[in-house]
T-cell receptor, first 116, second 114 residues
Framework: GAGVSQSPRYKVAKRGQDVALRCDPI?????LFWYQQALGQGPEFLTY????????KSGLPSDRFFAERPEGSVSTLKIQRTQQEDSAVYLC??????????????FGPGTRLTVT | AQSVSQHNHHVILSEAASLELGCNYS??????LFWYVQYPGQHLQLLLK??????LVKGIKGFEAEFIKSKFSFNLRKPSVQWSDTAEYFC????????????FGSGTRLSIRP
């Protein structure tokens, strides 16, 4: 079946512009995660949804970052007034919600955001 | 705060050499541990995982990892590497009350000389 998809794959924004990044999780996956991966670093957690509920947004770096998943499927990560330090690869992952904590996450290809 | 340390930033080996990549984490409670791999131009893929039971975990492509609780370590091993193992390897932990998030290490770039 299809994996996690993300669009666009590449985005160039001028500083101060708003951007919206889309994630289509694997069908039936209840949990959805966003990560930010800076060059040469490992992914860093941004936020987590269970269905449409945003249960953890502790990793969002500022109030310019906003994520939503209104129908419990597709999710959008929005960054307002982009800054150069926002340049990174934004990864989306999804997982089945099991009865225990064993949640294997499946990652999408990422969106590479470059802010000029 | 939870953290994951990968001590080797870049490892260069010849084909057929043995591999061991170090990973240490900081968390005193129950953990789930992962190794992810990112081949050039591809997305992150799960290599292997430890949740409970036998601390020696076998994954895909001949990789294995050993969970040593007393050392807070989860080192990745492969007895004989191939050129196709060239990739970035990330150790990760899912721990404690934050069962949702995964904390990643900074990664180890593995280059295999043919």
């Amino acid at each position: 079946g299809a994996g996690v998809s993300q669009s666009p794959r590449y985005k160039v924004a001028k500083r101060g512009q708003d951007v919206a990044l889309r994630c289509d999780p694997i069908s039936g996956h209840v949990s959805l995660f966003w990560y930010q991966q800076a060059l040469g670093q490992g992914p860093e957690f941004l936020t987590y949804f269970q269905n449409e509920a945003q249960l953890d947004k502790s990793g969002l770096p500022s109030d310019r970052f906003f994520a939503e998943r209104p129908e419990g499927s597709v999710s959008t990560l929005k960054i307002q007034r982009t800054q150069q330090e926002d340049s990174a690869v934004y990864l989306c992952a999804s997982s089945l919600l099991g009865r225990d904590r064993h949640r294997e996450q499946y990652f999408g290809p990422g969106t590479r955001l470059t802010v000029t | 705060a939870q953290s994951v340390s990968q001590h080797n930033h870049h490892v260069i080996l010849s084909e057929a050499a043995s591999l061991e990549l170090g990973c240490n984490y900081s968390y005193g409670g129950t953990v789930n541990l992962f190794w992810y791999v990112q081949y050039p131009g591809q997305h992150l893929q799960l290599l292997l995982k430890y949740f409970s039971g036998d601390p020696l975990v076998k994954g895909i492509k001949g990789f294995e990892a050993e969970f040593i609780k007393s050392k807070f370590s989860f080192n990745l091993r492969k007895p004989s590497v191939q050129w196709s193992d060239t990739a970035e390897y990330f150790c990760a932990v899912n721990a404690g009350s934050s069962a949702s998030k995964i904390i990643f290490g900074s990664g180890t770039r593995l280059s295999i000389r043919p």
